[in-house]
């Protein structure tokens, strides 16, 4: 898949094993707690995009669960050179066109509560909340807050809207 993000120069494509380096850089400044070379290689099997202009800016990684019913978002992150400019945003819109094409009903993540700015990220897509799980490490207490988006809703909303918009079309598209 290349896939130019609309009005800019960003291209998102298929991660291969030679942008792992880039993307575990990302990484490590994105979380407290990096992921492992390990999952960045066993991820390549699954949904995992990077997106790039002249570098690569930041990638995505997904599965999908449940005979292809559900996905699940597991990592997401753009480098804190590139944030605020959209490149999380692109990233999340072509991995929802590709859930949407391979008729998943839902998509799934999980956020910790004190990350607003990835939680505002997801509501704008429709992601609501659904369940809240506390977690103890070794230093502290985190809230993370479960995130799903009801991706067959959204389908039939807009087939809805597409429907009583267009009839002339239907009718079109049953003869
Ligand atoms: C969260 C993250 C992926 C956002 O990436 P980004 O490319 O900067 O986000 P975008 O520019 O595409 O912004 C999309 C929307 O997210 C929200 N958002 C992004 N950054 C925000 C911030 N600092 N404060 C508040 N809202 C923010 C806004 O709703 C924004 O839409 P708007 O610009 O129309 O207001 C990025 O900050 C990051 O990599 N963080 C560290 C890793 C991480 O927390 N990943 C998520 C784990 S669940």
Redesign the pocket.
């Known amino acids: 898949m290349n896939v130019h993000a609309a009005g800019h120069s960003m291209v998102i494509r298929s991660a291969t094993e030679e942008d792992l380096d880039r993307v575990l850089e ?1 990484d490590q400044l ?2 407290p707690n990096p992921c492992t070379p390990h999952f960045l290689k066993s991820s390549l099997k699954d949904i995992f995009f990077v997106i790039e202009q002249k570098e690569i800016m ?1 990638y995505l990684v997904a599965c999908i669960c449940d005979l292809g019913i559900r996905a699940e978002i597991l ?6 050179d ?9 990233l ?1 819109e072509a991995s929802l066109r590709i859930f949407s094409k391979d008729d998943i009903e839902e998509v799934e ?4 509560s004190a ?4 939680e ?5 897509f429709g992601f609501k909340i659904t369940k809240n799980f506390t977690f103890l490490d070794d230093l502290d207490f985190h809230i993370f807050h479960e995130m799903k988006l009801k991706l067959l809703e959204v389908k039939e909303m807009e087939n809805q809207l597409w429907e009583k918009n267009c009839p002339e079309n239907v009718d079109h598209a049953i003869q």
Not at 75 to 80: D, L, N, Q, Y
Not at 109 to 112: A, E, F, G, K, R
Not at 115 to 118: L, T, V
């Open positions: 990302i994105s979380f930041g990592r997401i992150a753009v480098h804190p590139h944030r605020g400019k959209g490149v999380a945003k692109e999340l993540l999980y956020v910790n990350n607003r700015s990835a505002k990220l997801y509501e704008k």
